[in-house]
């Protein structure tokens, strides 16, 4: 199975729909489907549990490869590719119970806005989150939740509070309609919440600190980079697309009192140039960066900072770059480009939504610095 191939096909699918699923506001249930059946949700599925366990290249080509279709397509896969993490890391029995069936699709957010109470064998979890991006189309929800003593929250040695990701059969989870956005419509980005539900302790998970259970060395590869790296390529995706949308319309279109096509003018072949290049080298140094991390998790040994930190300046970066290429691009579409019926003014939407994740946001780049300055960091997040 090439999980390559199997994204190129589902691009295809998607593409004549990006207006259709931004306007149904979430991921068609039909196009769920046919992701879950494709296999590509296994990507970080351990082989015992039937998945593919591939390389972090493979993943993040794959999901660059539906964004270039679209954008809110490519989000969904990396959602549901990434959370599929969580079982190299949960208790055999309920990585089993969550992964065991091939056309899973689990959906989460890992930020801890629930609160989680000690019930014996199980956590009492209630809350509420955001950006619950294709939940709708979940068999299975995860939400970040605060471990609660009875002075407050438990705490870390840092004394910062300790949190697990819960997993919530999609029955038991309420869904809130507030996902009206500017860009990244598609995605369902929608709040959902709990209360008083009760997680077996074994359907629970620290990425930041829980070790993986499978051996294979992917699941060594730090999670939050494995999150950046799957935004990023959505990014880059959508500014690839975004670039080709633009050579297609530019062979025919033609500026008003001109005969020559927007393709023959001289300016649009020099910017053109110039936003092509800003993406491919942003792109170059995002492969690169991922492969000296790969480098450093199949030694088996500690995994150096910097080589954390460089991944995720490179993620970061390639967000903002990709976003300031679609602007580019929808700039040199000129007034065509604003009307709903073009394609780039939704990749210039879309991108810039991007550039608001917390793993691609600003603060990344004040983190990573303080990292290459060589000052003390806590790395929870790296």
């Not at 697990?164 to 929608?190: H, K, N, Y």
């Amino acid at each position: 199975m090439d999980p390559i191939a199997l994204a190129e096909g589902l691009r295809d699918q998607v593409r004549p729909r990006a207006d259709e699923i931004e306007q149904a506001r979430r991921f068609p249930p039909d196009l769920a489907q046919a992701l879950s059946g494709s296999g590509l949700l296994r990507m970080l599925v351990p082989a015992d549990l039937g998945g593919l366990q591939s390389d972090p290249f493979t993943v993040a080509r794959a999901i660059e490869t539906l964004a270039e279709g679209d954008a809110s397509s490519g989000w969904c896969l990396m959602i549901a590719a990434t959370t599929a993490m969580m079982s190299a890391r949960l208790s055999p029995e309920h990585a089993k119970e969550v992964f065991g069936d091939p056309n899973t699709l689990a959906a989460g957010v890992f930020a801890p806005m629930g609160r989680a109470i000690d019930a014996g064998d199980h956590w009492r979890v209630s809350g509420r989150w955001k950006w619950g991006s294709g939940s709708q189309n979940a068999q299975w929800v995860a939400g970040g939740a605060v471990l609660m003593g009875e002075g407050g929250p438990q705490l870390d040695e840092g004394g910062e509070p300790l949190h697990r990701m819960m997993l919530f059969p999609a029955d038991q989870v309420e869904f809130i309609d507030t996902w009206r956005t500017s860009g990244l419509c598609g995605t369902g980005s929608l709040d959902f919440a709990v209360k008083d539900v009760l997680v077996p302790k074994g359907r629970s998970v620290a990425l930041h600190s829980d070790p993986p259970l499978a051996g294979a060395a992917v699941f060594r590869f730090p999670a939050f980079c494995m999150l950046a790296m799957g935004i990023a390529a959505v990014a880059i995706g959508n500014a690839r697309g975004a670039l080709a949308d633009f050579a297609a319309i530019a062979q025919s279109s033609t500026s008003q009192g001109s005969r020559r096509t927007l393709a023959e003018r001289n300016v649009v072949q020099s910017e053109f140039a110039q936003v092509s290049g800003l993406v491919e080298a942003a792109r170059a140094r995002y492969f690169e960066t991922i492969a000296t991390l790969w480098r450093a998790v199949q030694t088996g040994g500690p995994i150096p900072i910097t080589d954390r930190a460089n991944l995720r300046l490179a993620c970061a970066h390639a967000a903002q770059a990709c976003a300031e290429a679609t602007r580019r691009v929808y700039d040199l579409g000129g007034g065509a480009a604003v009307f709903l019926d073009s394609p780039l003014q939704r990749r210039f939407r879309d991108a810039h939504v991007m550039t608001h994740h917390i793993m691609v946001a600003p603060s990344v780049f004040e983190l990573a610095g303080r990292v290459l300055l060589g000052l003390p960091t806590r790395d929870a997040l790296l």
